[in-house]
């Protein structure tokens, strides 16, 4: 007679309430590691003070998880898997292009 050993993982994965909500926090997580690893590049530099490396990496880590929820809500629109990624690439671009102040701050300096 063979005995096998009973192994219990925990509780079974249960669905999220909002994916959305979910992908735009992993999408902060992310935004906020590699921004905060970027600006601390800059800040061991002495390009920027601590208060302007915080909030920039704030900034991104916000504007990254805006652009993660929205591209994983027009990926999920589309059927096709090829054409779902582009527009989920274009649609976290263009969240995080507006979003991006630098960007807004050298478009309109450059249009004055």
Known sequence: MNHYPIVHYGQMARPT???YLEMGKIGAVVGLCGAGAA???RLQREE???AEAAV???RTALASGLATAAATLVA???RS???SLL????????VMYALNT???ANTTGENA
């Open 17 to 19: 309430a909002n994916p």
């Open 39 to 41: 600006n601390l590049r």
């Open 48 to 50: 920027v003070t601590r």
């Open 56 to 58: 920039d990496t704030l």
């Open 76 to 78: 999920g629109q589309l």
């Open 81 to 83: 898997s090829a054409l």
């Open 87 to 94: 527009a989920s690439v274009a649609t976290g671009t263009a």
């Open 102 to 104: 630098e960007t807004r």
